[in-house]
């Protein structure tokens, strides 16, 4: 996959390192030569240039990507006019950076596949973990409801799935668990993934459960068996 990131401010530049990472050939952009620079190496390619000029991203291969995140923070103008090239580009996912609810219209409207705040996203997570004891990662189905990884509370270990009746107790469900095991150097490994635990599951210490619902009822479950023993 080919992926282009126009904007390399803190957000920016984080994105395009990871996917980098993970194998991605990316095509880092920022009208600031320092922020180039200070990527041009964990990069395929990192460019100066203003990228709202359609012949500037033309010239440097930007046409050709397969997603184009737009993640221009400071000049919305900028950021709008990177997408409608984009789309005119023909470029099939278009992922854009907004921060205001205008913006998101804005930007949906001119051609953005999908469109964020990494903001509101950070102030998700943070607001998921407080009330959420032991959450290790989530995603959210709509607002207020999300699928959550939980490290099993102490006051569930021993328990089958039928004793604990999360369904009517809770109004949650277990969608997924995973077994894991600690290696001799004390790092803990998956040991088994069931994606369809039956009534009879008796949960382990150290499981993770995948579970489903509202984050009060995910938060009333947890803070229900996070102190019992």
């Known amino acids: 996959m080919k992926c282009a990131v126009i904007g390399l401010g803190e957000f920016g530049q984080a994105v395009a390192v990871g996917l980098a990472k993970e194998g991605v050939e990316v095509i880092a952009v920022d009208a600031s030569i320092e ?109 207020g409801f999300s699928v959550v990884e939980v490290g099993a509370p102490p006051g569930i270990v021993g328990k089958s799935l039928e004793q604990l009746n999360l369904r009517r107790r809770f109004r949650i469900n277990l969608v997924a668990l995973k077994r894991m095991e600690t290696t001799p150097e004390g790092e803990k490994v998956l040991k088994q993934f069931n994606p369809v635990p039956l009534p009879d599951e008796v949960i382990q210490k150290h499981d993770v459960l995948a579970l489903v619902g509202s984050v009060i009822d995910l938060a009333n479950f947890m803070g229900e068996y996070a102190e019992q023993e």
């Open 35 to 143: 922020r180039v620079n200070a990527i041009k190496d964990l990069v395929s390619l990192a460019v100066c240039f203003d990228a709202s000029q359609e012949h500037a991203l033309e010239a440097h291969g930007i046409g050709e990507v397969d997603v184009l995140i737009a993640a221009i923070g400071a000049n919305f103008e900028a950021q709008v006019l990177v997408v409608v090239h984009a789309k005119e580009f023909g470029i099939r996912k278009i992922i854009a950076r907004a921060t205001t609810p205008d913006h998101r219209r804005v930007l949906k409207a001119v051609g953005a596949n999908e469109v964020f705040n990494p903001e509101e996203e950070a102030a998700r997570w943070t607001v998921q973990r407080l009330l959420i004891t032991n959450i290790s990662s989530y995603f959210e189905l709509a607002e």
